[in-house]
């Protein structure tokens, strides 16, 4: 257990960076051609920049934490259930901005970067097996029978 807790942690900032640099690119597209820009998209973008940050927030505080010698436990789950939807925030975003050509071929990274968003629900555990943790392990809720 206390192997798939850490699984669970955001692996420090290495994901924080993917997202934030995702998030740039995004940004980056956006400003070279703000006519393309729909609500929608900037949307998306602005819920995955908010996202990647708190994340990228989250992660300093638990690293700071560890300095200080406080160990974690089932506290991975939260971790990962706030990894699963910044990654899949991000995805989305990526997708709006790719639109049909990241489908039909014309931008497959932004296609693969929705793809692996997907899977990351199911990585270390799903998000209900996730949510499920929180609610028996740390709020000391009773589990489903």
């Not at 990962?80 to 995805?91: F, H, I, R």
């Not at 497959?108 to 949510?131: F, H, P």
């Amino acid at each position: 257990m206390t192997i798939v807790s850490h699984e669970r942690e955001p692996a420090e900032l290495g994901f924080c960076a993917r997202y934030a640099k995702t998030v740039r690119e995004l940004e980056e597209n956006a400003r070279r051609d703000p006519a393309s820009v729909r609500p929608d998209r900037a949307e998306a973008l602005a819920w995955a920049y908010v996202e990647s940050e708190m994340l990228r927030l989250h992660t300093a505080r638990r690293l700071s934490e560890r300095l200080d010698g406080i160990t974690h436990g089932p506290d991975g789950s939260i971790d990962k259930l706030l990894m699963t939807w910044v990654e899949q925030s991000v995805g989305h975003a990526a997708l709006s901005f790719g639109g049909a050509e990241a489908i039909t071929g014309g931008s497959g990274e932004l296609l693969d970067t929705y793809l692996y968003s997907r899977a990351q629900s199911v990585m270390g555990g799903t998000s209900q097996i996730q949510k499920n943790i929180i609610a028996t392990r740390i709020l000391g809720l009773p589990a489903k029978a």
